[in-house]
């Protein structure tokens, strides 16, 4: 897959991980690791990134005696899910535009 493209899917796939409920490093792996795998050297520079993009929001809570940093989304990010939403759309059409061309060719 294309770096750029797959760079773009990996922050729609954290932030989508992190909608429901806020979220941690440990769960957002495990949570899109379905879909794409992720270290966690890939997963927090996205995570910096997104927060400095103003899409989510860090707090951190005790846990089992240490410290865990939580993601929450914001407007920002929800605005950003569903411009995708929207986005994906389109990259649908040329899809199947290009699947179409392919076997009128055959």
Same mark, same amino acid.
């Given at each position: 897959?294309? #770096?750029?493209?797959?760079?773009? &899917?990996?922050? *729609? !796939? ?5 909608? $429901? ?15 794409? #795998?992720?270290?966690?050297?890939? &997963?927090?520079? *996205? !995570? ?5 993009? $103003? ?25 950003? !899910? ?25």
């Amino acid at each position: 897959m294309d #770096t750029q493209m797959k760079r773009g &899917l990996l922050d *729609i !796939l954290v932030l989508a991980a992190i909608k $429901g409920e806020d979220s941690y490093g440990y769960k957002i792996i495990k949570d899109i690791k379905p879909y794409m #795998t992720i270290s966690e050297s890939t &997963l927090y520079p *996205i !995570l910096r990134r997104l927060e400095e993009a $103003g899409c989510l929001t860090v707090r951190s809570a005790e846990h089992n005696g240490r410290l865990r940093k939580y993601y929450h989304l914001t407007d920002a990010g929800k605005k950003k !899910l569903q411009d995708f939403a929207e986005e994906w759309k389109e990259i649908m059409e040329i899809y199947e535009y290009v699947v179409r061309e392919g076997k009128d060719n055959e």
